[in-house]
């Protein structure tokens, strides 16, 4: 399985950016999917998961902001951020968690994502 993020880059703080993470290799729809970042100097942190049936989670620091979605039939994940914080500056990591397996285990390439104030 291979998953292959996109749409990161420089964006002003209050502004959006929408992140795509395309799944090739496997059975997408049988997947939890997730974003993960990590900032210069600090541990990765998991941002938003979205599970095979539509849940979803956020961690509290993007709540109201951040938006995760897929589409099965393009075998795609999306991550739509809006009121961008210079706090949210960070590479941006798209993840796969097949069913049974409990873990993310396939992972995409990072995205950087950089917010200016």
């Known amino acids: 399985v291979q998953l292959q993020a996109s749409g990161g880059g420089l964006v002003q703080a209050g502004g959006s950016l929408r992140l795509s993470c395309a799944a090739s290799g496997g059975t997408f729809s049988m997947y939890d999917m997730a974003w993960y970042r990590q900032a210069p100097g600090k541990e990765r942190e998991l941002v938003a998961g979205?599970?095979?049936?539509?849940?979803?989670y956020y961690v509290y620091s993007v709540k109201g902001r951040f938006t995760i979605s897929r589409d099965n039939a393009k075998n795609t994940v999306y991550l739509q951020m809006n009121s961008l914080k210079p706090e949210d500056t960070a590479d941006y990591y798209c993840a796969g968690n097949p069913k049974g397996v409990g873990a993310y285990i396939y992972w995409g390439q990072g995205t950087l994502v950089t917010v200016s104030s």
């Open positions: 979205i599970s095979s049936s539509g849940s979803t």
